[in-house]
């Protein structure tokens, strides 16, 4: 009897939505849920795109993987950042360990997969991949069968941060529905053991279109042409989730899952403007309209610390003997970093409430740190605001992205649903159960197919 496992990843899909104000537009999922088990699933600290898909297929946290975000600290200067790519990770994935026990895997849409390494299956790499010129296939030439299959398919949606929202819409489904109608080919043309893929389109949805939906949101338009187009969407979600069970058998489990879920955005915190007010951070002038933060505009001499944007705030200390003009002492780095931590989750909003802000400090949090982690993670607001990495606002808050159109915020808890194959080692619960751990998810697969769980990975079988 040949064990199969099918993943299916849809990014940023939120518990609210699939487990409850969308259920009843979702009866493919909603039987799934019936006949197996489901919850929600905690994410990694921080609950963001990359490094989570690659933790899940790792069992390693972002600090055991050395990838803190899209975009990591190369070295200790100040303007090396690299964007994270599968060369990044150096510790085995799932389709890696399977593939020693002679299991063979397509792997779709993956995050960090980019650019494709040789492996026992096939691969079509992620939305990090510059274009389809580029080493997106494993083997090559399933590029050219993609071709015949999805002539249309897209990697991503270019400038998906827009106002023109109907366009984006279309651009949306057209997007989803290609990649499932490939998925669908590799699934039924393909001699594959485990079948994982991921679809961005979610992600972007709720980016663009929470507004919409989300009665809380301080941007909710009642009445709007696109107030169900969130709903619309996890209907197209659940249907092609449909036509992908009706290709595989009892003899498959399947796993429907997130890599975090999704909540509205408040607004931002402009770090490198609070960090100035805090007397932190040194520009050599002042600019004099909203302008991107970038190291040339510093007076190194006269800082102690500076900010990234993005939807969680990293906090970088100018260590002296560390950084190239480090001014802060070895000895005073973590009278340092707790003084930070205590003034920013002091942060109010503009009435004065305390906006409950929680800052992580990376060894308290990883089993390890490589290569070079923030010196402290901040979600601001938990999470309801994001950080804001520009100068020049005069104030330590915005309401508008610096980065483009943006409606909501990641959440800690993505979602899992799990019906086990008709020889399944999972126990037979059925319903919603304990939520559980996006390390778990590797785990559980080696699992299923008998193969020792390597002691390093971080979570345990469901």
Same mark, same amino acid.
């Given at each position: 009897? *040949?064990?199969?496992?099918?993943?299916?990843?849809?990014?940023?899909?939120?518990?609210?939505?699939?487990?409850? %104000?969308?259920?009843?537009?979702?009866?493919?999922?909603?039987?799934? &849920?019936?006949?197996?088990?489901?919850?929600?699933?905690?994410?990694?600290?921080?609950?963001?795109?990359?490094?989570?898909?690659?933790?899940? &297929?790792?069992?390693?946290?972002?600090?055991?993987?050395?990838? /803190?975000?899209?975009?990591?600290?190369?070295?200790?200067?100040?303007?090396?950042?690299?964007?994270?790519?599968?060369? %990044?990770?150096?510790?085995?994935?799932?389709?890696?360990?399977?593939?020693?026990?002679?299991? *063979?895997?397509?792997?779709?849409?993956?995050?960090?997969?980019y650019p494709a390494k040789p492996f026992p299956g096939w691969m079509v790499t992620s939305f990090l991949t510059p274009d389809r010129n580029s080493q997106w296939t494993f083997p090559r030439r399933l590029s050219r069968e993609i071709t015949q299959v999805a002539s249309d398919y897209m990697i991503d949606i270019p400038n998906f941060r827009t106002d023109r929202r109907t366009?984006?819409?279309?651009?949306?489904?057209? &997007?989803?529905?290609?990649?499932?109608?490939?998925?669908?080919?590799?699934?039924?043309?393909?001699?594959?053991?485990?079948?994982? &893929?991921?679809?961005?389109?979610?992600?972007?949805?709720?980016?663009?279109?929470?507004r919409f939906w989300d009665k809380t949101h301080r941007k909710y338009e009642p009445d709007s042409p696109f107030s169900e187009t969130m709903r619309n969407y996890y209907r197209v979600l659940d249907a092609e989730l449909g036509e992908m069970l009706a290709c595989v058998d009892e003899d498959t489990t399947v796993i429907i899952l997130s890599d975090h879920g999704a909540k509205?955005?408040?607004?931002?915190?402009?770090?490198?403007?609070?960090?100035?007010? =805090?007397?932190?951070?040194?520009?050599?002038?002042?600019?004099?309209?909203?302008?991107?933060?970038?190291?040339?505009?510093?007076?190194?001499?006269?800082?102690?610390?500076?900010?990234?944007?993005?939807?969680?705030?990293?906090?970088?200390?100018?260590? !002296?003997?560390?950084?190239?003009?480090?001014?802060?002492?070895?000895? =005073?780095?973590?009278?340092?970093?707790?003084?930070?931590?205590?003034?920013?989750?002091?942060?109010?909003?503009?009435?004065?409430?305390?906006?409950?802000?929680?800052?992580?400090?990376?060894?308290?949090? /990883?089993? !390890?740190?490589?290569?070079? %982690?923030?010196?402290?993670?901040? /979600?601001?607001?938990?999470?309801?605001?994001?950080?804001?990495?520009?100068?020049?606002?005069?104030?330590?808050?915005?309401?508008?992205?610096?980065?483009?159109?943006?409606?909501?915020?990641?959440?800690?808890?993505?979602?899992?649903?799990?019906?086990?194959?008709?020889?399944?080692?999972?126990?037979?619960?059925?319903?919603?159960?304990?939520?559980?751990?996006? /390390?778990?998810?590797?785990?559980?697969?080696?699992?299923?197919?008998?193969?020792?769980?390597?002691?390093?990975?971080?979570?345990?079988?469901?």
């Amino acid at each position: 009897m *040949k064990r199969r496992v099918l993943i299916i990843g849809w990014d940023c899909a939120a518990p609210e939505l699939v487990f409850d %104000a969308f259920r009843d537009d979702m009866p493919n999922t909603h039987r799934l &849920m019936a006949e197996g088990i489901y919850g929600e699933l905690e994410s990694t600290i921080p609950p963001i795109t990359v490094p989570a898909w690659m933790c899940m &297929m790792t069992s390693r946290d972002p600090g055991e993987l050395g990838i /803190y975000g899209f975009r990591n600290r190369k070295d200790y200067s100040y303007d090396a950042l690299t964007i994270a790519n599968a060369h %990044a990770v150096k510790v085995p994935t799932l389709w890696d360990l399977l593939g020693q026990a002679q299991k *063979k895997s397509v792997v779709l849409g993956v995050p960090l997969t980019y650019p494709a390494k040789p492996f026992p299956g096939w691969m079509v790499t992620s939305f990090l991949t510059p274009d389809r010129n580029s080493q997106w296939t494993f083997p090559r030439r399933l590029s050219r069968e993609i071709t015949q299959v999805a002539s249309d398919y897209m990697i991503d949606i270019p400038n998906f941060r827009t106002d023109r929202r109907t366009e984006l819409e279309q651009q949306l489904l057209k &997007m989803t529905t290609e990649r499932f109608k490939l998925a669908r080919h590799l699934l039924q043309t393909k001699d594959w053991d485990l079948f994982t &893929m991921v679809e961005m389109g979610s992600d972007r949805l709720h980016h663009a279109f929470w507004r919409f939906w989300d009665k809380t949101h301080r941007k909710y338009e009642p009445d709007s042409p696109f107030s169900e187009t969130m709903r619309n969407y996890y209907r197209v979600l659940d249907a092609e989730l449909g036509e992908m069970l009706a290709c595989v058998d009892e003899d498959t489990t399947v796993i429907i899952l997130s890599d975090h879920g999704a909540k509205r955005m408040d607004g931002g915190i402009c770090i490198n403007e609070w960090l100035q007010k =805090h007397g932190y951070l040194t520009l050599k002038t002042e600019p004099q309209e909203i302008t991107r933060w970038t190291p040339d505009r510093v007076n190194w001499k006269e800082t102690k610390a500076w900010g990234e944007g993005g939807y969680y705030g990293r906090i970088f200390i100018n260590v !002296e003997g560390r950084e190239p003009d480090g001014t802060v002492k070895a000895e =005073h780095y973590e009278t340092i970093r707790d003084e930070l931590k205590a003034q920013l989750e002091a942060i109010v909003d503009e009435d004065g409430n305390n906006i409950n802000t929680r800052v992580f400090k990376p060894e308290a949090v /990883y089993r !390890e740190c490589r290569n070079i %982690a923030p010196d402290l993670i901040v /979600y601001f607001g938990n999470l309801y605001w994001r950080s804001v990495g520009s100068v020049g606002y005069n104030s330590i808050y915005t309401y508008e992205n610096d980065t483009g159109p943006d409606d909501c915020n990641h959440a800690e808890m993505g979602i899992f649903i799990l019906k086990p194959a008709s020889h399944s080692s999972i126990a037979r619960q059925i319903g919603n159960v304990a939520a559980k751990s996006i /390390y778990d998810i590797a785990p559980t697969v080696l699992n299923e197919f008998g193969i020792d769980i390597p002691e390093a990975m971080q979570g345990k079988p469901i």
